[in-house]
């Protein structure tokens, strides 16, 4: 997964956490090669393939409890899909409401402590009881898929530390190149500057720029007025809206594919991954140059007689779907900025010439 996603996601912080994990994981190996070859384990299972299998099934599958770093591995606990926690109050309240209302009618969770779990991020957790225990956080019908949250993740960390990614994430985080003297001006972390899926720069982004916006000399005295989240003026703001936009444009330059261009490999993957014959589908595309690339990759070439691909290669042709879905929704992110500044700046433009 790791190695087909610094092939195909194209943004550099994310190719540099895919090669850090993938570097991790095979320092790791090495260094268990020498006991499990003490262990007489079986050659085909010391392979650095193998363990990859073993450590994303393990890391995906155990579920956290405080006496082993390990965790445990929890029957039916491991079962369920993911959905992202929702960290809007108005909607925590409600659904508290809806899980005491299930409960009242449901003899089977009269035990169950939900006052005290439901302030979690994640639905589930080791208890005194010395069992594991999930939540519901809302009232299911009958037929219909029970989620579980274990973490606010954004899609990169859910592909780095799962395998998959959603398509709406409330808590995804789109990351832009700053320039140097930006992280001089302020305290906030690094990783509280980035703009939400809706294209909005996050608070401390904002708060950032217009601190970065002001004249040295003048920024001790609005530091405060920045720090509570005003506005300063008009042709601050300006300032701000019209760099951001820039810079939104100037990195979708940068990456050697587009949006739309994206959006058509998507297609095209997923025909050849339900396709009866892949080769109809790549010689009636114009996508097949960069199939081709992928096959040469992989050791083999568009000179590939055979109908059905192979396993392996369908396997590796999920993968590159997901990093390209990746690389797609940060896109469409920088997309959505540069529209939510164009449209700051009309407002704001109006407002000047009043």
């Known amino acids: 997964m790791l190695s087909d996603f610094c092939f195909n996601c194209q943004v550099d912080d994310a190719i540099w956490i895919a090669q850090k994990s993938l570097s991790a994981i095979r320092s790791e190996w090495e260094d268990a090669t020498p006991l499990m070859q003490g262990l007489k384990f079986k050659p085909k299972l010391l392979i650095f393939k193998t363990w990859l299998w073993a450590f994303a099934t393990v890391s995906s599958r155990t579920l956290h409890v405080a006496w ?28 508290r409401e809806e899980v005491t209302k299930c409960q009242q009618k449901n003899e089977m969770l009269e ?83 980035y703009i939400h899926p809706s294209g909005n720069p996050s608070f401390a982004l904002l708060c950032l720029l217009r601190l970065w916006m002001t004249p040295a000399n003048h920024r001790k005295a609005f530091s405060h007025q920045i720090y509570s989240g005003s506005m300063l003026s008009v042709e601050n703001e300006l300032e701000i809206m019209k760099w951001l936009g820039s810079k939104c444009v100037e990195t979708l330059q940068k990456l050697p594919t587009t949006v739309e261009s994206d959006e ?5 993957l997923q025909k050849l991954q339900n396709s009866t014959n892949w080769r109809v589908d790549v010689d009636q595309s114009s996508l097949g140059e960069e199939f081709g690339v992928f096959l040469r990759f992989h050791g083999l070439d568009l000179n590939y007689t055979e109908s059905h691909l192979p396993v392996r290669l369908l396997r590796s042709l999920e993968r590159w779907e ?33």
């Open 68 to 95: 082993d770093d390990a965790g445990c591995l929890c029957p039916v606990g491991d079962l369920f899909n993911y959905a992202a926690p929702d960290d809007d109050i108005s909607s925590e309240e409600e659904n």
């Open 264 to 268: 058509s490999l998507l297609s095209f």
């Open 111 to 193: 035990e169950v402590k939900f006052g005290r779990s439901s302030e979690r991020l994640s639905d589930g957790g080791y208890e005194d009881s010395e069992a594991y225990c999930l939540y519901a956080r809302k009232c299911y019908t009958k037929g219909e898929q029970v989620l579980l949250g274990y973490g606010t993740y954004t899609n990169l960390e859910l592909l780095e530390h799962y395998g998959f990614l959603l398509a709406e994430n409330p808590n995804e985080k789109t990351y832009i190149q700053l320039d140097l003297d930006l992280y001089s001006v302020g305290t906030w972390p690094t990783d509280s500057l």
């Open 322 to 354: 997901l990093a390209v879905r990746w690389r797609c929704t940060y896109k469409r992110t920088l997309v959505k900025c540069i529209f939510h500044c164009k449209r700051l700046i009309h407002e704001l433009s109006l407002q000047q010439n009043q």
